[in-house]
């Protein structure tokens, strides 16, 4: 049997985040063997995520990366249960490196990106050790890519992580780019510009106009107007191009692209946790469930 020093039990918890104890325990299941200790813990890490697993992971952060020529450009939404841990400084390095991860090895998918390998271990790996080393849930939710032909991609985090945004932009500069960024962040828009509304969303929208301008008795004659009218306040509510430049009310996005010879070719917007409903916990309940068993 090899002695175990404490120099031993402190390298292994630096490298694995385990604790004290359960460093000494696989070192000594390992008979002192440093690369299967790490693989013992790896595997009580396994188990540990599974009981996480079904925790629901609502906070986390929104997090970019952006090429240094600018022609890559990344989101991704990474999650955790509570937003202390989504301020942990463990748990943005390894978001940060997961964007980077997404925009060189352009995965086709998430289970693609889980499945890819980072400094010899798999996204999905460096996911579980994670979920071990910190001790909540965590989960790569989603991300886009984009990488731009004839232009540049920016990219603009709001809130430390709340909302992120990515811009696919030709001409213009790195500030247009930016103040884009922020419109979209600001705005919201659902799509880039009139052509991208559906069909069935449009005439659903003027069906319900036309209504409210029946209840407000108005006659039929008119209704038509007031619906076009009111269909231009709606493509300036959902479309970016048609919206008003938030540092600026009299030019429309539009007109600010125009000015700058510049276009708009894509966006995309994550809000962090939008989508997935929080669990509201019961803790009588909980506690009862410890002690009851």
């Known amino acids: 049997m090899a002695a175990i020093t404490a120099s031993m039990v402190k390298d292994l918890?630096?490298?694995?985040?385990?604790?004290?104890?359960?460093?000494?325990?696989?070192?000594?299941?390992?008979?002192?063997?440093?690369?299967?200790?790490?693989?013992?813990?790896?595997?009580?890490?396994?188990?540990?995520?599974?009981?996480?697993?079904?925790?629901?992971?609502?906070?986390?952060?929104?997090?970019?990366?952006?090429?240094?020529?600018?022609?890559?450009?990344?989101?991704?939404?990474?999650?955790?249960?509570?937003?202390?841990?989504?301020?942990?400084?463990?748990?943005?390095?390894?978001?940060?490196?997961?964007?980077?991860?997404?925009?060189?090895?352009?995965?086709?998918?998430?289970?693609?990106?889980?499945?890819?390998?980072?400094?010899?271990?798999?996204v999905k790996d460096l996911v579980t050790e994670a979920v071990a080393k910190i001790g909540e849930n965590i989960s790569v939710r989603r991300f886009e890519r984009f990488e731009s032909a004839e232009g540049h991609v920016y990219s603009y985090i709001h809130g430390g992580g709340k909302i992120g945004v990515l811009v696919d932009m030709k001409g213009?500069?790195?500030?247009?780019?930016?103040?884009?960024?922020?419109?979209?962040?600001?705005?919201?828009?659902?799509?880039?510009?009139?052509?991208?509304?559906?069909?069935?969303?449009?005439?659903?929208e003027k069906e319900v106009l036309s209504e409210q301008a029946r209840n407000e008795g108005k006659p039929e004659n008119i209704i038509e107007k007031m619906v076009i009218g009111r269909i231009n306040k709606y493509y300036k509510e959902v479309c970016l191009l048609d919206q008003e430049f938030i540092k600026d009310g009299d030019l429309t996005i539009s007109k600010l692209l125009k000015s700058k010879g510049a276009e708009v070719v894509r966006f995309a917007r994550f809000q962090l946790g939008e989508g997935i409903e929080k669990k509201q916990e019961n803790f009588a309940e909980e506690i009862q469930k410890q002690i009851g068993k």
Not at 61 to 71: H, I, P, T, W
Not at 179 to 203: F, G, H, I, K, W
């Open 13 to 122: 918890r630096a490298s694995t985040g385990a604790g004290m104890m359960d460093c000494k325990k696989a070192l000594t299941e390992a008979d002192g063997d440093m690369a299967k200790a790490v693989d013992i813990l790896r595997e009580k890490g396994l188990s540990q995520a599974a009981k996480k697993a079904g925790r629901i992971a609502a906070e986390g952060a929104v997090v970019s990366y952006v090429s240094e020529d600018g022609k890559v450009g990344v989101i991704t939404e990474v999650n955790c249960e509570t937003d202390f841990v989504g301020h942990n400084e463990s748990f943005q390095t390894l978001a940060k490196s997961i964007a980077k991860q997404v925009a060189d090895a352009a995965p086709a998918d998430l289970d693609a990106l889980l499945a890819s390998e980072m400094d010899g271990k798999t």
């Open 172 to 204: 213009g500069d790195a500030e247009l780019g930016k103040d884009v960024a922020m419109q979209v962040a600001a705005a919201n828009p659902s799509y880039l510009d009139r052509t991208q509304v559906p069909a069935a969303e449009l005439e659903h």
